[in-house]
């Protein structure tokens, strides 16, 4: 005998005031209904129910025991409910991988869609830049990433700086090339334009 199960149906009896509707109400039949409460009955060793023809009533003993039977129930009912919650409502931390490409391209709209579907507004971390543009466009909050690639955004008002005072990276560049006592020209050549260009400030 599920004893749980028994209290279950008594409680609901006695809030029905008839194993018809109790049993309509839970989804069982009337005969299950009776039978769990007799079982219930049974097992106590003392009669829960008044049963007559018009009406049915609990007993003394019925009364008291329906008090804390409906606490208990539920309790129980509440339990496995927030229990059911937490496996069908997202909750903590979620870790995605993927190729860069992928993830630029085809990844960052598929995590948008999800988070409109479930309907949550989650602090998200991403490492590269396109995905950050890509959610501050679309309503996610203030993202973090190098100005050229939101550069057009801003100069079209859909993306606004904000605390421009603060330096969120190191800006030092460095050129690695082979050791060589003569630098090839080409190399030369283009190291010179890397020192004037950053220095200038462009695609910071």
């Known amino acids: 005998m599920d004893t749980l199960e028994c209290m279950r149906v ?3 009896v006695v809030d029905a005031g008839s194993f018809s509707e109790a049993a309509r109400r839970l989804g069982i039949s009337k005969a299950l209904a009776s039978k769990y409460v007799g079982q219930l009955e049974q097992r106590l060793g003392v ?3 008044i049963r007559t023809t018009r009406k ?5 003993v ?11 129930v539920g309790e129980v009912e509440e339990l496995e409910g927030s229990l059911q919650a937490d496996h069908t409502t997202p909750r903590g931390h979620l870790r995605i991988a993927g190729p860069r490409i992928f993830g630029e391209d085809a990844l960052v709209g598929c995590v948008r869609a999800f988070l409109e ?8 971390r991403v490492n590269c ?3 950050v543009r890509a959610l501050a466009l679309a309503g996610y909050g203030i993202g973090l990433c190098l100005l050229p690639t939101v550069r057009q955004d801003i100069a079209t008002g859909r993306l606004v700086r904000l605390l421009e005072a603060y330096e969120a990276y190191d ?6 090339y082979p050791h060589s006592r003569h630098v090839p020209g080409k190399v030369r050549s283009f190291l010179d334009h890397l020192v004037d260009h950053f220095r200038a400030g462009a695609d910071r």
């Open 10 to 12: 008594y409680a609901r």
């Open 56 to 60: 049915l009533t609990p007993t003394e």
């Open 117 to 124: 579907k479930v309907g949550v507004r989650p602090r998200i």
């Open 47 to 49: 009669s829960l129910l």
């Open 129 to 131: 830049a396109r995905p």
């Open 171 to 176: 800006r030092v560049v460095y050129a690695v």
């Open 62 to 72: 019925g009364t008291a025991y329906y008090a804390r039977c409906a606490r208990i």
